[in-house]
T-cell receptor
Framework: NAGVTQTPKFQVLKTGQSMTLQCAQD?????MYWYRQDPGMGLRLIYY???????DKGEVPNGYNVSRLNKREFSLRLESAAPSQTSVYFC?????????????FGNGTRLTVT | GEDVEQSLFLSVREGDSSVINCTYT??????LYWYKQEPGAGLQLLTY?????DMKQDQRLTVLLNKKDKHLSLRIADTQTGDSAIYFC??????????FGAGTTVTVRA
């Protein structure tokens, strides 16, 4: 049981380049999320998808777009990367709507923008 | 996140108890969580507590909640080297969104 799988694990981009971070979960979860983790700031929510077919902005959506391709997959796109987007990106999923639905995290994508 | 605060570092001797503290501001928080992050990995849920509880114990872990002071703590008994990690406090008052603290890096020394 793979859980939440993110690709790639590492990426280096030049300013202005674009890329898509991929995420897939095999737990039949309804909700999926993208977070970024920066030193001393914890995790901040970029976008989330409460269910297949819906997406909503989180705390720090600027510079990003998302696609909930199907129930399993939720991708994050950087159209024109900036050095401020250097971070570790985590995808997560949860079973259902409701507070007691723990998040399951992938192992992260470490992105450097030069 | 700005709504959840934790101290950044804790050093503890192997075999001692560790206590990690967290404060939050949202009085409508219904669930509070502790996550553990080991190097190079994502976050794993350690335990959670519902806001109408004062305490929850799970093997070596004890969670204490003071709702009046909006203070949450995680106690790890008999701390081992494998407990070295970053521990995140998180609160949820909304169906989908968690607010995370900045994380406490716990270092266990021999």
């Amino acid at each position: 049981n793979a859980g939440v799988t993110q690709t790639p694990k590492f990426q280096v981009l030049k300013t202005g380049q674009s890329m898509t971070l991929q995420c897939a979960q095999d737990m039949n979860h309804n909700s999926m999320y993208w977070y970024r983790q920066d030193p001393g700031m914890g995790l901040r929510l970029i976008y989330y998808s409460a269910s297949e077919g819906t997406t909503d902005k989180g705390e720090v959506p600027n510079g990003y777009n998302v696609s909930r391709l199907n129930k399993r997959e939720f991708s994050l796109r950087l159209e024109s990367a900036a050095p401020s987007q250097t971070s570790v990106y985590f995808c997560a999923s949860s079973e259902a709507q409701g507070n007691n639905s723990p998040l399951h995290f992938g192992n992260g994508t470490r992105l450097t923008v030069t | 996140g700005e709504d959840v605060e934790q101290s950044l570092f804790l050093s503890v001797r192997e075999g001692d108890s560790s206590v990690i503290n967290c404060t939050y501001t949202d009085s409508s928080s219904t669930y509070l969580y502790w996550y553990k992050q080991e190097p190079g990995a994502g976050l794993q849920l350690l335990t959670y507590i519902f806001s109408n509880m004062d305490m929850k114990q799970d093997q070596r872990l004890t969670v204490l909640l003071n709702k009046k002071d909006k203070h949450l703590s995680l106690r790890i008994a008999d701390t081992q080297t494998g407990d070295s990690a970053i521990y995140f406090c998180a609160e949820s008052a909304d169906d989908y969104k968690l607010s995370f603290g900045a994380g406490t890096t716990v270092t266990v020394r021999a």
